[in-house]
Structures are given as structure tokens and as C-alpha cells.
């Protein structure tokens, strides 16, 4: 169960909120983190299947679109990871966020491809077991896409209907790993996904793989002050804690900074004096606040 008891496995208080679900069905002291920088930025969350059986990354496929069944069709999901995730920023402008991509779902991009900076790992279609290059989802899109060019499924958003559609899809194929098979989705339905290559909503972060030794695109992919105090992004993801000694120190760093400030939206608001304006970036448009 999760280390800390005090904190619930589920907080579900308004019916209209974005709503955080991460499948957990042996909770760690890396899960009570999670759950603590949800509460501490005032979201709704649900925990589910602690205690049920893992079955590997194919789980997702069988108990994300189970418990989904039980949701509002039209209500707005954020699927987390949760050992490697870390809320950064309150609830209240994210809707609007997500809207602004104009697609039914919303995906977060990294930089590597099973555990390569480039397409080397996965030439050979026989090798792919967990990442699909989006070489057709590029060229639909008409764009170039950034130092992130590969989808990670630890943080995915849409409404549930459009979420179920997407598993629908999956049980359809003979995918048994939820990345390979949102990569596949997206080159074959790439009007339907989203991809935050600027990471503005959904960050994960692969600067501390290899000590962040092996290309300098990790130096860019680097989790930053702006998002860690609330200015920036809503999620940072930090893949590859087991793997890597490097990346385990910077998950070590962003939970140190988080716990001791309980950073938040809000956070920074409280040191202006009264009677001030100031300007404030929400991520998607500067919006002036006056501060009583």
C-alpha cells in the first residue's frame, strides 16, 4: 500500500475537474510522492489496481479502459505513470491547455527510442518492442519535429470517450506494449493525437540517462526552474529510474526541491506585496494579475 496512509489512494471531489488516474498495483515510497505533489496542487486523482496482478506494461491496456468504462464520457483524463511522475502546477489552467491542441488526445514526446537517441534501435521492424518511430505522424503534420521526436505513453490526456476509442483500437491489434502501440496509433490516425513537442503541457525528461552524457539534446531536455515552481508545464516525467543512476539522481533533486518548498502555482503569487500588478505567464497567454 502506499508508505504513507494519511495520504488517500483517491480524491475525486468535483465531477467537472481533469481528472488524474494512475495505475499502481504495488504502491512504493516513488508513489506517495506522486500522490503528494497532486494534493499539494490541489488535483483530483484516483490510484487504481493496488493490489490486483501485474502483468507487465500490457496491464494498461486491460485496466486503464476498465475503470475508464466507469467515467463520464465527456470528462477530461490525465493517465499517469506514478513512480517517475511529478505534478508541478495546479489544475486551473489546464483545460484550456489541452484545448488549445485542438485533437481528441494529447501525448508527451522523448528523446530516446529503446534507449537510443535515433531510429538505430528499431531499423529492424523485428526489434521493436516498445518504440515506433513517427515517421508518418511527421509527415502528416507538415512539421519538423523537435529534439523530442518519440511518444512516451507515461502521460497521456483526452476525454474518456476518446481514450476508450484509442484502447478500442489497441485490442484490435496484436500490440502487447501500450508505447509501441500509441506510436502505431498516431501514424495511422495522426488527426487524433496531439503531441507536445514543447513539452508546455507534458514534459519527460531523459536529461539525467547516461550520467546526460550522451548527446546534447539532453542538455535542452533538462527539467527547469520554470516548471518546477509552477511556471511551465503540468507534469514531468522522469522514465528510466531502474536503468539509470543518473536519472535516479535528478528524480532525487526534483523531489528535494518539491517536498521543501511544496512548490505550486500559487507558491509564487504569495511574495508580492499587496496593491501590485504584475504579469503572468499561465503558459498559454500572459495574463495580468492584481494582487489584493
Same mark, same amino acid.
Given at each position: 500500500?502506499?508508505?504513507? +496512509? &494519511?495520504?488517500?489512494?483517491?480524491?475525486?471531489?468535483?465531477?467537472?475537474?481533469?481528472?488524474?488516474?494512475?495505475?499502481?498495483?504495488?504502491?512504493?515510497? %516513488?508513489?506517495?510522492?506522486?500522490?503528494?505533489?497532486?494534493?499539494? %496542487?490541489?488535483?483530483?486523482?484516483?490510484?487504481?489496481?493496488?493490489?490486483?496482478?501485474?502483468?507487465?506494461?500490457? +496491464?494498461?491496456?486491460?485496466?486503464?479502459?476498465?475503470?475508464?468504462?466507469?467515467?463520464?464520457?465527456?470528462?477530461?483524463?490525465?493517465?499517469?505513470?506514478?513512480?517517475?511522475?511529478?505534478?508541478?502546477?495546479?489544475?486551473?489552467? #489546464?483545460?484550456?491547455?489541452?484545448?488549445? #491542441?485542438?485533437?481528441?488526445?494529447?501525448? +508527451?514526446?522523448?528523446? #530516446?527510442?529503446?534507449?537510443?537517441?535515433?531510429?538505430?534501435?528499431?531499423?529492424?521492424?523485428?526489434?521493436?518492442?516498445?518504440?515506433?518511430?513517427?515517421?508518418?505522424?511527421?509527415?502528416?503534420?507538415?512539421?519538423?519535429?523537435?529534439?523530442?521526436?518519440?511518444?512516451?505513453?507515461?502521460?497521456?490526456?483526452?476525454?474518456?470517450?476518446?481514450?476508450?476509442?484509442?484502447?478500442?483500437?489497441?485490442?484490435?491489434?496484436?500490440?502487447?506494449?501500450?508505447?509501441?502501440?500509441?506510436?502505431?496509433?498516431?501514424?495511422? #490516425?495522426?488527426?487524433?493525437?496531439?503531441?507536445?513537442?514543447?513539452?508546455?503541457?507534458?514534459?519527460?525528461?531523459?536529461?539525467?540517462?547516461?550520467?546526460?552524457?550522451?548527446?546534447?539534446?539532453?542538455?535542452?531536455?533538462?527539467? +527547469?526552474?520554470?516548471?518546477?515552481?509552477?511556471?511551465?508545464?503540468?507534469?514531468?516525467?522522469?522514465?528510466?529510474?531502474?536503468? &539509470?543512476?543518473?536519472?535516479?539522481?535528478?528524480?532525487?533533486?526534483?523531489?528535494?526541491?518539491?517536498?521543501?518548498?511544496?512548490?505550486?502555482? %500559487?507558491?509564487?503569487?504569495?511574495?508580492?506585496?499587496?496593491?501590485?500588478?504584475?504579469?503572468?505567464?499561465?503558459?498559454?497567454?500572459?495574463?495580468?494579475?492584481?494582487?489584493?
Amino acid at each position: 500500500m502506499i508508505v504513507n +496512509s &494519511s495520504l488517500p489512494p483517491k480524491r475525486i471531489r468535483y465531477i467537472n475537474s481533469p481528472l488524474v488516474v494512475s495505475l499502481e498495483t504495488n504502491p512504493t515510497e %516513488n508513489t506517495y510522492h506522486f500522490v503528494q505533489s497532486l494534493i499539494n %496542487n490541489n488535483w483530483d486523482y484516483d490510484i487504481i489496481g493496488i493490489g490486483k496482478p501485474w502483468y507487465g506494461f500490457k +496491464s494498461k491496456l486491460q485496466y486503464y479502459p476498465n475503470y475508464l468504462q466507469t467515467l463520464d464520457p465527456e470528462r477530461l483524463v490525465i493517465l499517469s505513470d506514478s513512480r517517475d511522475v511529478f505534478c508541478v502546477r495546479s489544475p486551473d489552467h #489546464f483545460v484550456y491547455a489541452f484545448q488549445t #491542441f485542438n485533437k481528441p488526445l494529447l501525448v +508527451s514526446l522523448e528523446i #530516446f527510442c529503446q534507449g537510443a537517441p535515433d531510429d538505430s534501435a528499431v531499423q529492424n521492424p523485428k526489434d521493436i518492442w516498445q518504440c515506433v518511430p513517427l515517421n508518418e505522424y511527421w509527415k502528416y503534420q507538415s512539421i519538423k519535429p523537435t529534439i523530442r521526436r518519440y511518444v512516451n505513453s507515461g502521460l497521456i490526456v483526452g476525454k474518456t470517450k476518446d481514450l476508450i476509442e484509442h484502447y478500442n483500437w489497441i485490442k484490435s491489434t496484436t500490440w502487447k506494449d501500450d508505447q509501441a502501440a500509441l506510436g502505431d496509433y498516431m501514424n495511422k #490516425f495522426p488527426n487524433k493525437v496531439a503531441a507536445d513537442v514543447h513539452a508546455s503541457v507534458l514534459h519527460t525528461s531523459g536529461f539525467g540517462i547516461n550520467a546526460g552524457v550522451l548527446t546534447k539534446k539532453q542538455w535542452e531536455d533538462s527539467p +527547469s526552474l520554470a516548471e518546477l515552481t509552477g511556471r511551465k508545464n503540468y507534469f514531468l516525467h522522469l522514465p528510466g529510474l531502474e536503468a &539509470s543512476a543518473g536519472q535516479k539522481k535528478i528524480y532525487n533533486v526534483v523531489k528535494k526541491l518539491i517536498s521543501q518548498d511544496n512548490i505550486s502555482h %500559487n507558491w509564487l503569487v504569495k511574495d508580492y506585496p499587496k496593491n501590485t500588478s504584475c504579469t503572468w505567464d499561465t503558459g498559454i497567454a500572459d495574463t495580468s494579475i492584481e494582487i489584493k
